[in-house]
C-alpha cells in the first residue's frame, strides 16, 4: 500500500504572509487539512464568492467541502473564542461538527492565563514583548512546566481539575498584587467547554498516522511565521511555539521521514506586528503608502503593521531551517505603483557586511539593499504569468536566484481567484 504524504506550509517572514488563503487554494489536492501549533493569536483570511472570514483556531480547509481538519496537539485552543469562530461559520452554511477533530492533548488557554498574560506585560513596562492578550505564552508555559489543562480533560473529573488549575493562577496574581475580575469570561469561557464536547475529541497522532497509511494526503497549516519561533525567531520578541517545520512533527505526531513538500509562503516585502527587531522598517511615506495598499492591520487584533522591504538575509535562514522546497509569494500587486523596488540583500553589523542571520538583530543592524526597476502594471486582473510585466517577470527571477528556491505560486490579491500557479 502507498504511504500517504505530509506537505506542510507555514509563513516566512514574521506571520500575517497570507497562510490561509494559499491553504485553501492547495486544499483540493489533500484529503486532511491538521493545525499544527499557535492559538487564537493567529488570524488567518480567506475571501471568495464576496465573502470575508477570519479563522483563528480552525484550519483553513474548513471551506471546502467534506474536508477532514485537525486542530493538532500543539495547538493551544480557548474553548469560549473557538466556540464564537464555529458558530459563525455554522451560520454562514459551513457544518463543522463532524469533520472538525479536535486533539485531546491540546491545551486549553483558561480565563487566568489571559490575566497572567497581562499581568506578566504590565510587570515588563518598557520592555514589553507585544503580546495579543490572549494568554497563549501563559498556556504554553503551563505546558512546558507540566501545569496544563489539556482537551481530554473536559471529558473526565474536569471540575476539579478546572478548580486547581484556575487556584494555581490565583495565587500566582495574588503574589503580583494584579486586581481583575474574570466573572463574566468565566462564564462564556465553561460554555465554550460544553460546546467543545460536541466535536470529535481524538488521539491525533493516531488518526494522522491512520491516514497516512491508508494513502492519504495531509497538508500541515502553520500559524504566525519563522521568525517568531520560539528558537529560531528574533527572540525574545517572539511566540511561544516552534513555528518551524520540525513544529509539524511534534504538533502532530509525525515522524519526520513523512515530509515531503514544504511550501514557504512570503510577501513581496515585509511587515510586522507588535514590538521587536525589523531591520528592513520603512518610518517614511513609503511605509505609509505600503501599509495602506497592502491593508495591513492585524485581522484578528486590528492593530497596524510595521512595513518595510523584503528582507533576504532574514528568508535565506528562514528558507534554511524549514527545508523548505517550494516558494509562494503573496501580496505581489501591493508593489505595483512604485517606482523602485528595494530588497535586502546583505546586512551590515558592526561595521562588516554580513549574510547569515546573526544572534541578534536588535542593535546596530543596517539593510543594504538592491535596487530593482518597478512594474508600474496593474496586475490584479491577470489569470496567467503570461502577463506578467517584464520587470515583474526580473524580480521573480532576481528572488529565485537569491533565495536559490523556486517561487511557484504568486497571488496578486485577496481573493482566491487572484491567485497564479506557475507552469
Known amino acids: ?46 475571501e471568495f464568492e464576496g465573502e470575508k472570514y477570519v479563522l483563528r483556531s480552525i484550519p483553513s480547509g474548513i471551506f471546502q467541502g467534506g474536508k477532514v481538519n485537525i486542530i493538532g496537539n500543539g495547538v493551544v485552543l480557548a474553548p469560549d473564542l473557538f466556540m464564537d469562530e464555529a458558530k459563525a461559520l455554522e451560520q454562514s452554511g459551513h457544518e463543522l461538527k463532524s469533520r472538525l477533530h479536535i486533539s485531546k492533548k491540546a491545551h486549553l488557554i483558561m480565563p487566568t492565563h489571559r490575566v497572567l498574560d497581562a499581568a506578566y506585560e504590565a510587570q515588563k513596562g518598557k520592555n514589553r514583548v507585544g503580546t495579543t492578550g490572549k494568554g497563549i505564552g501563559p498556556t504554553y508555559t503551563d505546558k512546558v512546566s507540566r501545569n496544563g489543562l489539556r482537551v481530554g480533560d473536559i471529558l473526565e473529573n474536569f471540575d476539579e481539575k478546572y478548580a486547581a488549575a484556575k487556584a494555581r493562577h490565583e495565587a500566582i496574581l495574588k503574589s503580583l498584587n494584579f486586581d481583575y475580575d474574570i466573572s463574566e469570561v468565566e462564564k462564556k469561557w465553561l460554555e465554550g467547554v460544553d460546546y467543545l464536547r460536541q466535536f470529535p475529541i481524538v488521539d491525533s497522532e493516531h488518526e494522522v498516522n491512520r491516514i497516512l497509511k491508508s494513502g492519504q494526503s495531509v497538508l500541515c497549516e502553520g500559524a504566525q511565521g519563522t521568525m517568531l519561533d520560539v528558537d529560531f525567531g528574533s527572540y525574545p520578541f517572539v511566540t511561544s511555539s516552534n513555528t518551524i517545520c520540525a513544529g509539524a512533527c511534534t504538533g ?152 536559490e528556491t523556486p ?11 487572484q491567485t497564479i500557479v506557475r507552469k
Open 1 to 46: 500500500m502507498n504511504q500517504g504524504k505530509v506537505d506542510v506550509l507555514l509563513g516566512l517572514q514574521w506571520g500575517d504572509e497570507g497562510k490561509g488563503k494559499v491553504v485553501d487554494v492547495l486544499t483540493p489536492k489533500y484529503d486532511v487539512i491538521a493545525r499544527f501549533q499557535g492559538g487564537p493569536n493567529a488570524g488567518h483570511t480567506l
Open 407 to 417: 517561487i511557484c505560486i504568486i497571488s496578486i490579491g485577496p481573493d482566491r481567484a
Open 252 to 403: 502532530l505526531g509525525i515522524g519526520p521521514n513523512k515530509i515531503g513538500d514544504v511550501f514557504g509562503i512570503m510577501k513581496a516585502y515585509c511587515t510586522r506586528v507588535g514590538a521587536g527587531p525589523f531591520p528592513t522598517e520603512l518610518f517614511d511615506e513609503t511605509g505609509k503608502l505600503i501599509r495602506d495598499l497592502g491593508h495591513e492591520y492585524g485581522a484578528v487584533t486590528g492593530r497596524e503593521r510595521r512595513c518595510g522591504w523584503i528582507d533576504l538575509v532574514a528568508l535565506r535562514y528562514a528558507i534554511m531551517v524549514n527545508g523548505v522546497t517550494k516558494l509562494i509569494m503573496m501580496k505581489s500587486d501591493v508593489l505595483d505603483q512604485f517606482d523602485t523596488i528595494k530588497a535586502c540583500v546583505a546586512y551590515k553589523h558592526n561595521g562588516q557586511q554580513i549574510s547569515d542571520f546573526p544572534y541578534n538583530i536588535e542593535d546596530d543592524i543596517e539593510p543594504v539593499y538592491q535596487e530593482l526597476p518597478g512594474w508600474k502594471t496593474d496586475m490584479t486582473q491577470f489569470t496567467s504569468e503570461d502577463e506578467f510585466p517584464q520587470p515583474f517577470r526580473d524580480y521573480i527571477q532576481f528572488l529565485e536566484e537569491q533565495l
